[in-house]
């Protein structure tokens, strides 16, 4: 039967088939918490609309109701909140576009879908039998059985039919993308001949950095001509750039001091305790571990001490004062094979009954097909696998360290009841349970007071409106600025964890402004904003690094090209100032030249020479690199049969892939996505 909470269960699964979610760091604040006072901001634009917050709120809020995932933590409400962004591109762009391009599925089809005669990923991933691997049509009816008394549940429905459909919407775009995808007859023949021949030969080089710069000169005119004839490249994402300065928050000498005693001390407490448990909840930095460790794992030093009954340390290592003694210590099979049935907690008579029964030699897998709940292993007979026991915790940890082969233990935790059977259980060895205590050396507090301090002072010099003074301010606190550019959607400053509030901050900005003191993984961190771009494309002069390198190579190619002289390549390897250099074993799908590197063209070109121009000189080949030249002496049989139409089919999938692979990108470019949410969430 299909409940609900399978629903759930499998609901991941179905976020990834239909949003093909990216996942950004973010999570959603309450409204209430934000501070809005019933103004309802404009949070991003999709295709020239404007999205508010309230849509936006609306969009999480239903598919967090109806999946049943929380946003409890900080991975499941990234998860949540960019399924509920995708949803309004889906619904801005995406659905408006399948209805103006004829693409729709009709009553009949969805029907269809529902029943398995249409195969629907959406679906299957929900209602799949784990036993068979089929679409069980079976616990879709019981699921909309339940749906007739459970509001919950048949919401849940309509958003996963909805889901359904869209992700059929979806394939049925992709298939009319693949079939503008065509690799014609004549790449496949060049293709297969390449495939099925290896190149040897000869070649001659002279790289574009052997060109002194200087010879070369480029106009700005000449910029801007490329700059206009390919502006599509220099396409980019809105952005803002900050400068910012850290405050190192680390401990001084005196705190490493006064750490260290508070170790010592708490060593010689922790080693007099006769009573470790009540030890450990009178200290803050003590812990018992909830798992077993086999001594021979440890470290060489703390094994030897545990195992001889002394306390280990204190000892410093990795910033982090650390002590330790045994809390127990057992004698456990080192890994057990493992087969259980899984039964809930109201279910004690039938555990009890059963447990009789397969002590007899009732057929344990047999019991475990019919009886456990958890589908997955209940299809393998139960089926656990090697378990270290090293991983087992609490119950699981005290009813198997004795265990011994063939032995059935019963195991109540939470709201199940385990039923295990042990069909392999290793020689025993000791396993230890450690209680540790550890004092990280980090700043006291006072240290802490007096770098905030240094912040503070730093804040208000820097405060004064230009990016100059923030630089000068810097300078007499002797700090080194960092920048860092934020791009629109943006949750983080990148190279700085716990950024968000930067962020926010950035967003709201002007330029010229400073920021509050930010504590930003312990450490304080002031910024600036310097730049706001909200230019869809990089100014000419941003451009123009980018553009010179490439007019350098242009220009260098063709500097090079004039030098070129001769009729074999001896005489023009001699004219270029190089040496000619033998290749061989190449083959139409390397991309690695040994003696020039990664060249494309070059591969292209020595991989497509025909018999008819073996030994002869090739014309110049115009690589990333440098200027090349070759001969072909050699073409054999690569020992591969690669035929016209396999080498179509190769050229066609490829084509296909990498139209599917850029159709839904290059639709949210032209819809100009804004995403505005860093600046309120």
Known sequence: MASLNTLRTRFGVVLTIVIGIALLAFILSLRTEMGFSGNDPKVGSIDGEKIKYSDYLEAYDRIRTQSGVSDGDAQQADMLSEAAWQSLVAEHVFEPGFAAAGIAVGNAERQAMIGGEVPSPTFYNIFVNPRTGEYDLTAVASFLAQAEGDAQARQAWSFLCDQAVLEREFAKYAGLVRGGAYANGLEAERGADGANHVYSGRLAVKRYNEVADSLITISSSEVEDYYRAHKERFRQTQSRTISYVVFDVDPTDEDMRAIEQEARAAGEAFAAADDIRAYVRTNRNAEIADRYVSARLLPADESEAFLADRMFGPELNNDVWTMG????????PDSLGIRHIVLSYTQGDLADSLLTALRAGGDFAGAAARYSLYDATAAN??????????????????ALAGAREGDIVKVASGDMIQLMQVYRADKPTTFL????????????????RKVHSEASLFAVDAGKGSSERFGEAASAANEIPRAATIAQGERRVRGLLESEEIVRWANNAKVGDVSEIFNVGGDYVIATLTDIDKSHYMSVAEATPQIRRTLMRDKKFDYILRELAGTTLEEQAASLGSEVKEFGDLNYSAYFVPQA??????????????ESERGKLSAPVKGSLGLYVFVVDEIADSGRQQSVEAERVRQQALLESSMQQWSLPVVEQLAEIEDLRPTYF
């Open 325 to 332: 003694r045994v809390y127990d210590r057992i004698m456990a």
């Open 381 to 398: 007979g139960g089926e656990v696998g090697i378990v270290p026991f090293s991983t087992l915790t609490g119950e699981f940890a005290d």
């Open 433 to 448: 349970r450690i209680a540790r205590v550890t004092y990280p050396v980090e700043a006291s507090d006072e240290t802490r």
């Open 597 to 610: 590197g990664v060249e494309a063209r070059l591969v292209g070109a020595i991989t497509s020479t025909p």
